[in-house]
């Protein structure tokens, strides 16, 4: 029995060691990245970009196991403001993250936000890409030109829809575009929701004139049919996608949109430092590259202090925009 006791703690004691690399195997140990418990924020409803961005780059840094188990969840309103009050309240919880874009930066301003992106912790900007012009399958313009002419004729019977509140991408997209078209941006009826999830079925519905969300969003129901591209607001055509950009239909007008991630105010700079490197690691990883390509988005990639400032330039961008328009 003394003898066999002593080798049956060697045995129990290699047992103990040996098992952590198998606990934590594919959950991010080796790079640092897991975040036991932690939680990513959409702040509009589902289907929206927020939300495809969310949702996707999570699914992907799980099969690159970069992390595991963590939850998305959605907290929709006021353009992004509720969810974005949301996550300055929960200030020092290193385990949220929240999705973001230019919509939430726009909303912050046109709503009054009593917290805007200046007090959260600037984590990534991720991906970059073109607003989409879309109608229906059944829709009668079947050009950028037809619905343009229509709606110069009359503005505020040919409405359009965005996935964001006043200020945000969608909102200031078809703003300069009718700029460009001689339609003074006031008479504009422009009809706001919460995501383009929301948007989409008035889209589908005829319920509005012509709506304007990322190509992203909406390539599904492009690439089947239920809805007609007639233009892009980028500088280059979208890839695989047969429809001009606005600058070769005649029209002075180059958007794109971007999307990142923020965190609460007042987590450790480790906690931080750990949310930056887990998006690097993302970035580099073939899964997002995969997503990336066939959501057609473009790599907008920055962190930290560098995200910070493209944040507090876009709040002065957002201002300018809205005082060119007069709205």
Known sequence: MRLRTPLALFGAALL??????LLTQGSGADTGTHIPGLRVMVPNTPGGGYDITARTLVKDAED?????NVEV????????????????????NGKLAMSMGLGVVGAARSNHSPSTLADTTPIARLTEEPDVVVVAKNSPYKTIDQLIAAWKENPGKVSVGGGSAPGGPDHLAPMQMAQAAGIPPKEVNYVPFDGGGELLASILGNKIGFGVSGVGEYLDQIESGELRLLAVTGPERAKGLDAPTLQEAGYDVEFTNWRGVVAPPGITDGERDRLVALMEEL????????????????????????FGDFLAAEDKRVVDVLKELGL
Do not use: Q
């Open 283 to 306: 970035h580099d990883s073939p899964e997002w590259r995969d997503s990336m390509k066939r959501n057609g988005w473009d790599d907008a990639f920055l962190t930290g202090d560098a």
């Open 73 to 92: 969840f959605n907290l929709p309103g006021a353009g992004g403001t509720v969810g974005l009050s949301r996550l300055v309240s929960e200030r020092g």
């Open 16 to 21: 103990v060691l040996a098992g952590p690399p």
């Open 64 to 68: 690159a196991e970069l992390i595991r």
